[in-house]
């Protein structure tokens, strides 16, 4: 099913940043390890000013050498105890020592305290003077003083630092100096439940992959008629199309280990670390063979080297390149390692990992057809408690263009619609619910609208769906609504295709246009003006004006000649279309552009004039929306033909629901 028309907005037109503020920088996170790192720095500083204040306080008994050896030669100071750091005279000789236990009452007497130096004639001056003199013991075990004078401050030093380097890597593998290590997550042999039986959709596929299961299980079959297995299969297609799923199947069919690991994950900050959890990824897979290697998002680590910038080889992503190229060449075919590579951008990626050799064959994965899409939804099904009346081929008709994600992902929506509205089971209607709840969006019931909009907006899609319905070659429609949905939708026209489509004909393509062009033009007729409703819809038919110019060679000028270079990426989910690039002057750029307003304003003429010999039936149509805000497509064609279709009350009463 695919939504024609656009989604509805009555705002006008605003500036590309949309008036909203940058976000900040820093978040709730941020700020916190902000703090964090000044509390830090705050509590060492007054450790440090601590240990300042302790360990070089100031001393005010102590004196220069010359005057303390002045005050012995003047017999001011009558004793002298002697240590390895100070001299320390009292002028009392009978004046207890500072560390004396005694109290502090039987101290007497002044004390000078110097620093030594080496002077053989002090102990010369000493008995001249006859000054009392001794010498300090040096007391405590010569053990406990290593231990607090070596072991312990080297000891304090280690702890700091694997705190440090701890709290710097997080932890685990996941750190920048857990250099070698690779972050591949390993599955043992028999651990991993999917099978063949729980991929569908992708018969092809299988098929390529069946010969890559059978080797592993019977590597002899193939070498002792000399053949080889591929040494890497490379899965290419759309996301959410099952290529990690296929992955695991295959490893779960051979019943071998399984490693699993991102293109990412081999790329970190420092030069030479991606290229030693290569090494070590092939080093830990050749020891568990026969085994297969899943690289996972290929083109984050296998980009064409032609593109690397200004850093040439010498930059972390080509280093890690470079490696796997040379493991890739390094190990036997017959070995029993096989390299499984998924990526949606076979375009940007090396050409030498695309040589035969490496990655040998290369298997598409494409978006499954109705039988494949009827296949993937009965496998998502089996958890699921269904009503006698679901039709799951109904479901795989309706849902043209879905890969195996989103199935699953309405498989999912429709049983919690159905929790949501207390039943036991999923019915049909539930189903088509979650297809339009993937398609339009959100329901948004409580948006109110006032009179006069929701007048233009029914209209509008009055228009949408009367030009669907007498224009040759476009789809049947489904439903109309003016119920707002999802961003910005206040109203939509779905559309289902009979059958998936391939090949589009110029006539079909400018029966789209029609399409998109019919909102505007019921406006301009019931109004007399036009409004910001079909800034969408103006869009994406420019877009396709444009694309049969430039792309598919349909304009008179340049016929039958292509003004783009095509790619072999996939753009994304929706867009299976390769990517586009421009090739044609700014001469022939004004030739397109003027060519295109001639065809969209040639085409919306022609939508006037249709919808204008209809406006009975589109004034009709629109009362009806109005009053019930959804028209389903039993009663548009009874609308428009004034034949009402015979539906099932029980299918009727689900749709309803």
Known sequence: MQKKNSKWSLKPPQDPSHGKVPPKTTGPMGGFQMRFSLGYIVVMLIMISLFNYLAFRTDNTLVPYSTFKDKVQSGEIKRVEIDLNYYTGYTDANTLAPSSPFPASAKRGFVYKTVPINDPQFTTLLDEKH????????????????????????????????FVMKRFSGGGNSNVLAFGQNKATIVAEGDIKTRFGDVAGVDEAKAELVEVVDFLKNPTKYTDIGGKIPKGVLLIGPPGTGKTLLARAVAGEANVAFFRMSGADFVEMFVGVGAARVRDLFKQAREKAPCIVFIDELDALGKSRTSGGLMGGNDEREQTL?????????FDATSGLIILAATNRPDVLDPALLRPGRFDRQVLVDRPDMPGREAILRIHAKAIKLDESVDLSRVARSTPGFV??????????AALLAVRAGRKKVRQGDFDAAIEKVVAGLEKKTKVINIKEKKVIAFHETGHAVTAA???????????????????????????PLEDRYVVSEEELLSQIDVLLGGRAAEQIIFGSISTGAANDITRATDIARRMITDFGMSERFRHVALTKK???????????????REYSEDTQKYVDDEIARIIAARYDSVVALL??????????AGVLLEKEVIEEADFLALTTGEAE???????????A
């Open 131 to 162: 000054i009392v003199y001794s010498a300090s013991p040096k007391e405590g075990s010569a053990v406990l003083s290593f231990i607090f004078n070596w072991i312990l401050p080297f000891g304090l030093m280690f702890i700091v630092w694997r």
């Open 322 to 330: 470079n490696q796997l190229l040379v493991e890739m060449d390094g």
């Open 404 to 413: 195996g994600a989103d199935l699953a992902n309405i498989v999912n929506e």
């Open 470 to 496: 007498f224009t040759p070659g476009s789809d049947p429609v489904k439903k109309v609504s003016i119920i707002p949905r999802g961003y910005g939708a206040l109203g939509y026209t779905l559309q289902m």
């Open 567 to 581: 790619g072999q990426g996939f753009s994304g989910a929706s867009a299976p279309e390769p990517f586009l690039v």
């Open 612 to 621: 204008s010999s209809k406006r009975e039936m589109i004034n009709k149509i």
């Open 646 to 656: 015979q539906t099932p009350p029980a299918e009727k009463e689900t749709v309803l």
